[in-house]
């Protein structure tokens, strides 16, 4: 594993792996490495010659300042956890991504104003500024991203759709801990009593799902408002049951090809995101 921290080196090592007629797979992140990230490592791995892993906390996706001073950073760990798996860790600083000012503006019409978005105006603009710089410093073949932030997974394909990048994105099924809690770097800000009632997120989609058969979507909604409010240590922010390609609210479970749950809470002022598919055709 070589460890690189400037973009133009990492551009001629990569150069060398395709002369070779070898692929490239990449896994951005922003550190806080866990076993999700991991599974995403070891997805690309498989199905790459190369494997490239950027670690990059990015100021641009964050609007709330304070979120950004508290995001969890341990680089020293988070390498050596990925260290027996990946070829290439890009560690670029600030100035290496953003020498410039960054100024982009995309318009991915209502993917990036529901959700998360309603909540986070400019969010998804910076994910698209980091993301388009990363893929234009490695050029990778595939890109792999977790299902967990379900959201960003549809905006990052219109991304690539925006600018014709000849990159498959590739998404990798959440991975979660023994009691349904999805692994995110924002947990290690939980303490232990809160950690233990964070799993009531994924317990509730999970009562959710069963009534797909007899509630509509808005119901189950409603339901699921319900229980968030009796659930005193919890503050719901949306929990939107949408369509998995154009993001749209679902007005009826036939009506779509697939449907997924969508939840954002505060949990002691930690928040946490996460998603489930509840129907397929």
Avoid at 92 to 105: C, G
Avoid at 109 to 118: F, I
Avoid at 160 to 187: M, Y
């Amino acid at each position: 594993m070589e460890i690189i921290d400037k973009k133009e080196i990492l551009q001629q090592k990569l150069a060398l792996i395709r002369k070779q007629n070898k692929t490239i797979g990449f896994v951005p992140t922003m550190g806080a490495l866990h076993p999700g990230h991991y599974a995403l490592l070891q997805h690309a791995k498989t199905e790459n010659d190369c494997l490239v892993c950027s670690i990059f906390v990015n100021p641009t996706q964050f609007n709330n300042p304070e979120d950004l001073k508290k995001y969890p950073r341990n680089t020293g760990k988070d390498i050596d956890f990925i260290k027996d798996i990946c070829d290439f860790v890009f560690l670029p600083s600030e100035e290496e991504i953003y020498p410039d000012t960054p100024s982009e503006n995309y318009d991915f019409a209502c993917l990036d104003k529901v959700m998360e978005g309603a909540f986070r105006p400019g969010h998804f603009n910076g994910v698209a500024m980091v993301v388009k710089r990363l893929f234009d410093i490695i050029s990778p073949n595939a890109a792999y991203f977790g299902k967990k932030d379900f959201q960003q997974t549809v905006i990052i394909r219109k991304l690539v759709q925006i600018h014709s990048l000849p990159i498959q994105i590739v998404l990798v099924d959440t991975v979660r801990e023994a009691d349904g809690l999805a692994f995110s770097s924002r947990n290690a800000l939980l303490s232990e009593t809160k950690r233990k009632q964070a799993p009531f997120i994924y317990q509730t989609m999970i009562k959710a799902k069963t009534y797909i058969q007899t509630k509509s979507p808005r119901d189950i909604e409603q339901w699921l408002h319900n229980q968030f409010a009796e659930n005193k240590e919890f503050t719901l922010e949306y929990a939107d049951i949408v369509d998995a390609d154009s993001l749209l609210p679902v007005d009826n479970f036939n009506e779509t090809q697939q449907a997924v749950l969508c939840i954002a809470a505060y949990l002691d002022k930690i928040r946490l995101i996460d998603n489930l598919e509840l129907n397929k055709i």
